[in-house]
Each structure stands twice: as structure tokens, then as C-alpha cells.
């Protein structure tokens, strides 16, 4: 994947097309979810991770915990445009005998390091992966990505407070802001606010940007990474973004995508 | 091995704990500990004085403890996470998807299984705990009778390739297990011969079992002790062997009735044989009191054993 900044444009359009054909394919999947986080996870992938899609064991890698699980068509979109598995594979997700599970399953498919879907666990994981590549004096760095509704789990805020009481340097969490969960808003369910004030509050740094603002976006994560505690970036996004009848509607939290909808989100997206 | 060669009082399995985790700690540096505040009880302490760096003291967050050790397994460790029984519960979601379904090498520690807790009242007695576990695919369930075998226990968790679940007591027991015959995963032992009746027990309880086996004898009762230190996988061969041989059973076990030892054991030789079994186990929650008192209050005791011996080969009579 080429890492300048202004083709990334096009890199995410492209693996955006790549999540509403696999949904479409198999007529099930988180569509506004994984829509939402394609930006930062292009961004992370080609401008930050330390991994080798040729070598998904090398010891040394990045380590990506994918907390918000619900978005791996999103996820497995990107490790195809990365190279960790051929972008055809994408329509097998969902199937039985595929490695592309509904939530992500370690030792399926190369590029997924934890399996993850019960949400607000993730985090602990993360926090516990940290804490054992330091106490190993290993070079890499842990990437944990939430979803905002997931916050709601209490669980979180037990790892969020006893991370910040460790000096953990190679811990990264990214939250994806976008507002909405399963049954409607979240400000209207259980109200989780300004949630960089509130990781701010518990002892790590915070970065609150634009998540689909891709300079915006780069140097936050630069910052969240060179921060010498546990650090986050809380990525405002839409969830849905980049198809306009998705973009902000609740019902496409989890939905089958129908003929007509895959050709209009295609041609939103460019394909030409 | 007779009853009258067991000593009064004994040494409690969380000591042995401690005592291993130091003998551990010191022959594999990839050995760590995490504990939720509770470190002075069940002896992890000791392991946080003596190797700081690989102890992980969480505070009161157990589930965040379990993922964290799934997070440590998966940097290469080899993680020890602890607790009391009755805290299990509030975890069982990270144990089920981070432990088991992420196949992750953690051993889960869990001291103060039963009625020990005694005076802490029915909410801090762990009697659910061995049901969860044993519900769980990839979970080995180990429940050592004494020091001595919880001792072996912890070694071969840490030398077990997958998930464990180590139920430890609070109080001292005396030593039952002959330390000529090794501990080895998935094997239970025939501590007494018998052909009347199977005592099948697992954990503190066995020397009772012991105790109501000589008391039974007495009464021209030739009981059998087979102890059960691995729950899951079960020894279904032995225990089935020694049911068929005696006809009737009785399961101990400081455990609901539900899902631990008892269910273990209809399932191994349902089917096969018709074969009365008595559960010597709680049905409802406990409440405070001490250990012995509750004990002999629920029936967990020398003389509720012999009388459901006797109930069992009664039934068996009948039939």
C-alpha cells in the first residue's frame, strides 16, 4: 500500500467498495461499522504499523487488538490491501469453512493477532500484551481500536485506570466516534460524552480529531505513538461514511445489502 | 492407605500455591502472577516480594485480570491468574471468549473453593464454580485432595499446554495422598479398596471420606475411596470400573450438586450401569459460620458421607 498521504484517498475509497461487496456477497455484516473506521485503519496500516504482511508471525510486529470485532469486514479489507491475504478471499466472509469469521478469530486468517466480539475486553488484552512485550524489552507497540458504544461496558474503564497507572509507552488505543450503536444514538442510551476528556480523566493522553481528516488523523496517531504513557486517539467519524443513504442511519449498524444499494454505494464510492 | 494414618491437622492447598509459584518462579522466567487484592490470602504475595516485575497485582477487577493474562500468554508468558472461587463468576465471559475460545495457555487459580470462606457469609462461598468451568470446551478443571498434590498440581499446570482451572482451599487439610504415586492430569487415584460402595471425591473432602470409610467398615461396609483430582478431563474409565465393581456411588464434593462431580460422574456411567448414586453436595447457598460447623450443618462431613453410603446401599438393595 503506498503510504502518501494524498493517494490515500483513493486507497480508502477502494477498500471501502472491497466491505459493501463482501456484505452484499454474503447478505449479512456491520456495514456502518466497518465504513466508519476505514480511515484511521488505512492510515495506521500504511503510515504507523510496524508489520509484515509476508511474515504474520514475525515476532517483532505491531500487535493490533480489534476490540469493536463487529467491524472486520472493515478490518480484513484493509489486511487484503496490505497483502496479508488475496483481496477475492473477501467474499468468503461470513461462510462456513472461511477464515473471514463474523468477528475475527486468531489463527484464521494471517493479520488478526486476537479474537475479539464480546465487547470491552479487548483492552485488557491489549493492556496485558504491553505489559509483557516491555517486561521483554521488545520494540513493539500495541494498537487497540474500540468502538464508542463499547465504552458502555464497564470492563474498559477497569483497564483504561490500571493502564495509566503503569508507564506503558507501546500502548495505543483508537476509538471510533461515531455516535450511534445497535438500538439507536449513544448520548441517548447511556451517554458516554466527551470520551477524550474521560480517557483524559482516567490518566492517558488524549487526541480528539477529525476521523476522516486524514493529515488530522496522521498526526494524532504520530503523537499518540511518541506519547511516553498509555495514549488514545478518539476518532470522530460517521458511521456509514462514504455511502450517503448509510452515512448516520441506525439501521445499518447490521444489514443485508441488496442489489440496488450495492450499485449506488459503488458508483458513491467511484467506481467507475 | 487406612484412616488412622492421617494427621489431625494438615497444611492448606493456597500454601502449597505460594510455595510452588516461588519454585516455579525461579526455574522459568516466563512464569508470571496477577492477582485482584487479594494477594495476602491467596499467597501470591510471596511470588510479588521475590520477582516484582512479574507480578501483576490488578486491584479489584477481575475480569480485566483475565484478559490481561490472556494479553501476557499471548507475549509469550506463561500467566497465573488468581482469585477466590466465588469470584469466577463475575469473569466467566473473558475466561469463555479470551481463555478457552482464544485457546490462550492462562491457568486460572481460584483459592477459598467451598465453604471456606465460612465467616464471610453465603455470598463469598464459591459452590458454582467447578459447574462453569467444567461447562467450558478446552478447560482442564484440577481440585487437589492435599498440600502435597496441589503442590504437583501447579507444576503441571504451568507444564499443561492449554487453559487450566486450579480450585484451591482456605483451611488445612491433612495429608491424604501417598507421595510415592506421582500426580499426572486426567488420572484419578484409588486411595481404599472396596466392592460395597464408591466414595468418588474430589478435593478437601477426601480425608473426610477417608474417615467415613473406616467408620463404614466398622459397620461390615467395605467402602471404596477413588479421588478425583482432575474433574475435566474425568477418568471415566476408573470411575466406571470402580461403579460396576461396587454397584452403588456416592459423589463428595464441596460443590453445588448442579454441574461439578456429581453430574461428572451420571455422566460416565449412564448408560452403561445401573448404579444408585448419592450426592453428597450443597443445594443452596451457604451462610456464616465456620468451616467445620457448615460442613456438619450441610451434611459435608464424615458422618453425612456414611449416611449417604448407607442411603446408596439401600438403594441398590431395592432395586
New interface residues.
Given amino acids: 500500500m503506498t503510504s502518501d498521504l494524498a493517494s490515500l484517498a483513493a486507497t480508502a475509497a477502494r477498500v471501502r467498495r472491497r466491505v459493501v461487496r463482501a456484505i452484499h456477497e454474503v447478505g449479512t455484516g456491520h456495514a456502518g461499522s466497518s465504513l466508519s473506521t476505514i480511515d484511521f485503519l488505512v492510515l495506521l496500516y500504511a503510515r504507523h504499523l510496524r508489520v509484515r504482511p509476508s511474515q504474520p508471525t514475525w515476532e517483532e510486529r505491531d500487535?493490533v487488538?480489534f476490540s469493536k470485532g463487529h467491524g472486520a469486514p472493515g478490518l480484513y479489507a484493509v489486511l487484503a490491501e496490505v497483502g496479508y491475504f488475496p483481496v477475492d478471499e473477501l467474499l468468503t466472509l461470513r461462510r462456513l469453512g472461511s477464515r473471514l469469521h463474523g468477528h475475527p478469530v486468531?489463527?484464521t486468517a494471517p493479520g488478526i493477532?486476537?479474537?475479539t466480539?464480546?465487547l470491552g475486553?479487548?483492552?485488557?488484552?491489549?493492556?496485558?500484551?504491553?505489559?509483557?512485550?516491555q517486561?521483554?524489552r521488545?520494540p513493539a507497540r500495541v494498537f487497540c481500536v474500540l468502538g464508542d458504544g463499547e465504552l458502555q461496558e464497564?470492563?474498559n474503564w477497569?483497564?483504561i485506570a490500571?493502564a495509566a497507572g503503569r508507564r506503558l509507552p507501546n500502548l495505543v488505543a483508537v476509538v471510533d466516534r461515531n455516535g450511534l450503536q445497535n438500538d439507536g444514538p449513544t448520548e441517548a442510551i447511556h451517554p458516554i460524552e466527551d470520551v477524550a476528556r474521560r480517557w483524559e480523566a482516567f490518566g492517558w493522553a488524549a487526541f480528539d480529531v477529525d476521523g476522516h481528516d486524514l493529515a488530522a488523523l496522521d498526526a494524532a496517531l504520530e503523537a499518540a505513538i511518541a506519547a511516553p504513557r498509555p495514549a488514545v486517539v478518539v476518532a470522530r467519524t460517521v458511521k456509514g461514511k462514504g455511502v450517503s443513504f448509510m452515512e448516520g442511519v441506525v439501521k445499518w449498524h447490521h444489514h443485508p445489502i441488496d442489489d440496488a444499494e450495492l450499485r449506488a454505494a459503488l458508483e458513491e464510492l467511484g467506481e467507475g | 492407605m487406612s484412616g488412622s494414618a492421617h494427621a489431625a491437622a494438615g497444611r492448606a492447598t493456597r500454601d502449597a500455591y505460594g510455595d510452588a509459584l516461588l519454585e516455579l518462579g525461579e526455574l522459568r522466567p516466563d512464569v508470571?502472577v496477577l492477582d485482584a487484592d487479594l494477594s495476602r490470602s491467596t499467597k501470591t504475595e510471596a511470588f510479588g516480594r521475590r520477582f516484582p516485575?512479574?507480578f501483576?497485582n490488578?486491584?479489584i477487577?477481575e475480569?480485566?485480570?483475565?484478559?490481561?493474562?490472556?494479553?501476557?500468554?499471548?507475549?509469550?508468558?506463561v500467566?497465573f491468574a488468581t482469585t477466590y472461587a466465588i469470584f469466577i463468576a463475575r469473569a466467566l465471559?473473558?475466561i469463555r471468549?479470551?481463555v478457552c475460545?482464544?485457546?490462550c495457555p492462562v491457568k486460572i487459580v481460584a483459592t477459598h473453593g467451598g465453604l471456606a470462606a465460612s465467616h464471610d457469609g453465603g455470598t463469598h462461598q464459591g459452590i458454582e464454580d467447578l459447574a462453569l468451568m467444567r461447562a467450558l470446551p478446552h478447560m482442564t478443571v484440577l481440585v487437589p485432595a492435599d498440600y502435597a498434590e496441589a503442590r504437583q498440581a501447579v507444576l503441571a499446570a504451568a507444564a499443561h499446554p492449554g487453559p487450566v482451572y486450579l480450585r484451591l482451599q482456605k483451611e488445612p487439610v491433612p495429608d491424604v495422598t501417598a507421595a510415592a504415586e506421582p500426580f499426572v492430569i486426567g488420572r484419578a487415584r484409588l486411595l481404599r479398596e472396596g466392592d460395597d460402595v464408591a466414595l468418588c471425591v474430589t478435593g478437601s473432602l477426601v480425608h473426610e471420606s477417608l474417615r467415613a470409610a473406616d467408620l463404614l467398615a466398622g459397620e461390615g461396609i467395605r467402602a471404596a475411596v477413588l479421588a478425583v483430582p482432575t474433574l475435566a478431563p474425568l477418568d471415566a474409565a476408573a470411575v466406571r470400573e470402580l461403579a460396576a465393581r461396587c454397584g452403588c456411588v456416592v459423589t463428595i464434593e464441596e460443590h453445588l450438586r448442579t454441574g461439578g462431580l456429581h453430574d461428572a460422574v451420571l455422566h460416565a456411567i449412564a448408560g452403561d450401569l445401573r448404579c444408585p448414586a448419592e450426592a453428597v453436595a450443597m443445594s443452596d447457598f451457604g451462610t456464616t459460620g465456620e468451616w467445620r460447623e457448615l460442613r456438619e450443618r450441610f451434611g459435608l462431613d464424615t458422618a453425612g458421607i456414611a449416611a449417604a453410603a448407607r442411603r446408596a446401599l439401600a438403594r441398590r438393595a431395592r432395586a
Wanted: charged fraction near 15%; aromatic fraction near 6%; charge should be neutral.
Fill in positions: 500487535r487488538v486468531a489463527g493477532d486476537v479474537s466480539g464480546s475486553q479487548g483492552l485488557s488484552i491489549a493492556v496485558g500484551l504491553a505489559a509483557g512485550l517486561l521483554r521488545s464497564g470492563q477497569e483497564a490500571y | 508470571v516485575e512479574r501483576f490488578v486491584g477487577a475480569q480485566h485480570m483475565i484478559g490481561m493474562a490472556a494479553g501476557l500468554s499471548m507475549a509469550g508468558f500467566p465471559d473473558q471468549q479470551a475460545f482464544g485457546r
